[in-house]
């Protein structure tokens, strides 16, 4: 399949079209049976009946193929629909591409953008935004916390759909096999993001978590501060530290829902207050 077709099918407008139809719509109908498969025959309807618009067996076709089960991380999956618009069009313009191909390929896409989307932007890129916004309004209530995610994360993940998609269509199958080959690529993108999540998710641990002992030694005449004297000694704000290093431990090693931890941390501090210890 030629990456640069001569005498395309396709304009630049509906590429554009279909785009953003993926943007807002790929989510829109998801289900148990199919997932994303109704919205992905959805965002290709408009170019099929284009394409195969002399052709009405095949038009029919077409959309049955597209109405299978379909699956993946939307953003980095952007690129799935452009590949497989190039290999629609491809075959209405009678180069050698099989029903069978074009299914497969999508098959074959789904799993690997899946994984390595969900990890990249939903599990470290997310999270990184969320912590820098927390910060900004977890003191006073600030709304620029929240319009600063809305507007990072909308900007930047509908910018990377819009430019995936039309990469994909662009360099057809060989986008893919572009990106899977450089791999070295992506685990140096993937270490640089959980190194900078770690230092943010770190960093507003140790403003926003408080963990304060109140309690004082006293004998005689003297008294002894043990936040003050001790701990502060020791290390500033280890006692959230280890807070944080707590949970961490209970949510990653002993399995503990959110839920759980929550009422564990009411609990304990509960406790510590009754003692008058913290």
């Not at 959230?240 to 501090?269: E, N, R």
Request: glycine letters at 8%; aromatic letters at 10%; charged letters at 15%.
């Amino acid at each position: 399949m030629k990456n640069k077709r001569e005498n395309s099918l396709l304009n630049k407008k509906d590429i554009n079209k279909a785009a953003w139809s993926y943007i807002f719509f790929i989510q829109a109908t998801q289900n148990f049976e199919r997932m994303m498969g109704l919205a992905f025959c959805h965002v290709l309807e408009p170019i099929l009946k284009k394409l195969y618009k002399n052709d009405s067996a095949e038009y029919k076709k077409s959309l049955q193929r597209h109405m299978q089960f379909f699956n993946t991380e939307p953003q980095l999956g952007a690129l799935i629909p452009g590949i497989t618009i190039a290999m629609e069009e491809a075959r209405a313009m009678g180069e050698d591409v099989s029903e069978e191909l074009i299914v497969n390929t999508k098959n074959a896409l789904m799993g690997p953008f899946a994984g390595i989307g969900d990890s990249m932007l939903i599990g470290t890129y997310s999270p990184i935004l969320l912590s820098i916004a927390m910060s900004m309004c977890i003191s006073d209530g600030n709304p620029v916390g929240p319009l600063f995610f809305c507007a990072v994360w909308l900007t930047s993940v509908v910018g990377l759909q819009w430019y995936l998609f039309h990469k994909g269509y662009d360099m057809g199958i060989g986008a893919a096999n572009l990106f899977f080959t450089n791999r070295s690529l992506a685990d140096k993108i993937t270490t640089g993001l959980t190194m900078m999540g770690l230092i943010v998710i770190g960093g507003v641990a140790a403003t926003t978590v408080k963990a304060n002992v109140i309690y004082q030694f006293v004998s005689g005449e003297m008294s002894l501060s043990l936040q003050e004297q001790i701990f502060d000694k020791i290390m500033p704000g280890i006692l959230p530290l280890l807070l944080t290093l707590a949970v961490w431990y209970l949510m990653d090693k002993k399995k503990w829902s959110a839920t759980k931890i929550i009422l564990g941390i009411v609990a304990f501090t509960a406790v510590m207050v009754f003692l008058g210890i913290m």
